[in-house]
Each structure stands twice: as C-alpha cells, then as structure tokens.
C-alpha cells in the first residue's frame, strides 16, 4: 500500500483515499454490440472518392501481385538501442566461437 500526501494551500496535507475495485468484472466482459460488417460481394465494382486537393487524404494504388520469389540479400534498416546490438554481438560471438570449439576439439 502507498502512503502519499499532496501539500496544498497554506501548508496543510491531503490524502488521496486508496483506489479500490474488481479485478475482473463479476459478471464477465459485456461483449457489446456487433458492428462487424461483412465486405459487398461486388466489392471491385466500388470506387472511393477522394478530393484531387486534399492535404490529408489520398488513394493508394494497389502493390503487385506476388510473383512467388523470396527476396533475398536485401538491405533492412532496424533502429536498436546499443544494449540490443551488444547483447546480440555477444551473443554471436559466443555461438561462433562455441561452434568453432566444438569443432576443433572434434578434429583433434
């Protein structure tokens, strides 16, 4: 439990009462009401339009289908922070190094 006091005018002290209440509702979660709404089945026959003008809203073209290759040997930019990077350095170092042990000493 926290005790704390918050000073207010004239040097006097006030204390906030403990927060109190269910954990979890005695009744369960009300799952409210349904607003799902299934997609038109014509749905490539809609259109959104969006004013030429607008500074805030735009349409985007759809991406291209896949063509079913994997790309590889590309460039990804991931921000860490410097704990990350060493304890995953460390972390390489340590596997590799453990793999080169483990095969040297199976060589000999």
Known sequence: MIVCYIGIVAGSKFKLES????????RGFDAGE????????????LSVKVDASSDRLQLLTPFDMWDGKDIEHMV????????????????TYL????CLFAFVSHSI
Do not use: H, N
């Open 19 to 26: 927060p109190c209440g269910d954990e979890l509702p005695s």
């Open 34 to 45: 349904d607003t799902y709404q299934s997609p038109p089945a014509a749905g490539r026959e």
């Open 76 to 91: 990804v930019l991931i921000k860490v922070t410097l704990l990350t990077y060493l304890l995953t350095y460390l972390l």
């Open 95 to 98: 596997l590799t190094a453990r």
